[in-house]
């Protein structure tokens, strides 16, 4: 299913680039594609009780397909007024569709530093939505929560780069998944899947990350 049949499906409108240039450490919009989301959603495992956090949301489109495949709630942080605007016209718009579903769909206007990461939240994603410093606060913030409220947190990082993944080995995050795209001509357009605290004997498993690709009735 290609991305215009994915939008028309879900009632929403995510296409496109945006540049942003009113922060020098936060990028500008782009979404991750939905054959990327699909092989990501046939490998790893969402459960009904985790909570997303999206970082740099943008216009939702990783919000909504989650919500969509697994109903699962999720939490969407987005910098830029407009975009976060834009993310809003398509929940109202998704909604309409999928007003019965039980877990909710959420999205704040602000910088991911200044989000208070909630005690349910334990799945953090990421598509470079801004510097690697930022990258740094926003993942003390997560520690902080996880301190307070122990549990385990997984980092799902897009097209990862360098300096995501020395912040998040520096903070003794394991690399628990990695998920190649045989589609993408890029290297990097992939997921690296970082967990914390990082695995115990007995405590958690490779399968507890890994789902058959019919599990979620996805191609």
């Known amino acids: 299913m290609d991305w215009k049949e994915y939008d028309r499906q879900l009632g929403i409108k995510t296409a496109g680039v945006k540049e942003w240039d009113g ?14 989301l699909e092989r990501l959603c046939q490998v790893y495992r969402f459960h009904p009780g985790d909570r997303v956090v999206d970082f740099g949301c943008g216009r939702g489109r ?33 909604l309409r569709q999928a007003k019965h579903a039980p ?4 999205f704040e206007h602000g910088l ?13 994603y990421f598509f470079n939505p801004f510097s690697s410093l930022v990258f740094q606060k926003v993942m003390g913030n997560i520690l902080k929560s996880v301190a307070a409220h122990p549990r385990t947190v ?9 300096g995501y993944t020395v912040v998040l080995e520096g903070l003794a995050f394991e690399l628990v998944l990695e998920i190649e795209l045989p589609e993408a001509q890029d290297p990097l357009d992939k997921f690296l ?3 914390y605290p990082a695995r115990r004997r007995g405590r958690v498993k490779d399968s507890d990350a890994l789902v058959p690709a019919t599990a979620v009735g996805l191609r």
């Open 23 to 36: 922060h020098r450490h936060y990028h500008g919009y782009e979404p991750t594609p939905y054959w990327a």
């Open 62 to 94: 990783v919000a909504f397909f989650l919500h969509h495949h697994f109903h699962v709630p999720v939490v969407g942080i987005e910098a830029d007024a407009k975009t976060y605007e834009e993310a809003l016209l398509n929940l109202r718009a998704y």
């Open 103 to 106: 877990a909710t769909i959420t």
């Open 112 to 124: 991911a530093e200044k989000y208070q990461v909630d005690a349910a939240d334990n799945r953090f």
């Open 154 to 162: 997984d980092v799902i990082l897009f097209y990862p780069m360098p």
């Open 193 to 195: 899947i970082y967990r």
